[in-house]
């Protein structure tokens, strides 16, 4: 089984442009999951899409943005980026159902330096 | 409201020694635990979880973690330690309300000296 790809792998923006990874999980995984991993504040929660509709949203602003399709193939958009969204972007897909233990299946992340 | 505390950023240790990552949790609601491990440019791997009965769980490459209520502690284990161990590793708690959601503690990367 094919594990979580994450698209593009590493990538360079300038201040104020945007950008938009993929993510496309585990085959039979509905929920998808964002995370943002920075060395001075870990592991963020950005938001978790379920059957294409946001179940879970963490505490950023409104710049960082998601969405999910049909097939559980997942987005995240940053616009308008500054120097302090550089960061490795992970996503996570899990496999819903009871119980739901919330056992996440990780990507390679999206290395996202910002200029 | 979930948190973790993962007590110590950095240990070091000799290879085929004891290894000793401390986790400690608080959560409202009964607790899933996890132990992850990421290695330079991956992203996470599961080691092991905890989510009910046993409270002595093992996981892979010889890790087992024991989920101990009363002291709301989660410590993740490996009798002798390899120099292949070496990465960062990660305690995470999530609740069945919200189990696309974990809450991560800070990582502690683990040394492993020749």
């Known amino acids: 089984k094919a594990g979580v790809t994450q698209t593009p792998r590493y990538l360079i923006k300038t201040r104020g442009q945007q950008v938009t990874l993929s993510c496309s999980p585990i085959?039979?995984?509905?929920?998808v999951s964002w995370y943002q991993q920075t060395p001075g504040q870990g592991l963020q929660f950005l938001f978790e899409?379920?059957?294409?509709?946001?179940?879970n949203k963490g505490n950023f602003p409104g710049r960082f943005s998601g969405r999910q399709f049909s097939n559980s193939r997942s987005e995240m958009n940053v616009s308008t980026l500054e120097l302090g969204d550089s960061a490795l972007y992970l996503c996570?897909?899990?496999?819903?159902?009871?119980?739901?233990?919330?056992?996440?299946?990780f990507g390679e992340g999206s290395r996202l330096t910002v200029l | 409201a979930q948190s973790v505390t993962q007590l110590g950023s950095h240990v070091s240790v000799s290879e085929g020694a004891l290894v000793l990552l401390r986790c400690n949790y608080s959560?409202?609601?009964?607790?899933?635990l996890f132990w992850y491990v990421q290695y330079p440019n991956q992203g996470l791997q599961l080691l092991l979880k905890?989510?009910?009965?046993?409270?002595l769980v093992k996981g892979i490459n010889g890790f087992e973690a024991e989920f101990k209520k009363s002291e709301t502690s989660f410590h993740l284990t490996k009798p002798s330690a390899h120099m292949s161990d070496a990465a960062e590793y990660f305690c995470?708690?999530?609740?069945?309300?919200?189990?696309?959601?974990?809450?991560f503690g800070d990582g502690t990367t683990l040394t492993v000296k020749p």
């Open positions: 995470a708690v999530s609740a069945d309300t919200n189990a696309g959601k974990s809450t």
């Open positions: 899409y379920f059957s294409e509709t946001q179940r």
């Open positions: 959560s409202s609601v009964p607790p899933y």
């Open positions: 905890y989510t009910t009965g046993a409270t």
């Open positions: 996570a897909s899990s496999l819903t159902g009871q119980p739901n233990t919330g056992e996440l299946f």
């Open positions: 085959s039979g995984h509905r929920s």
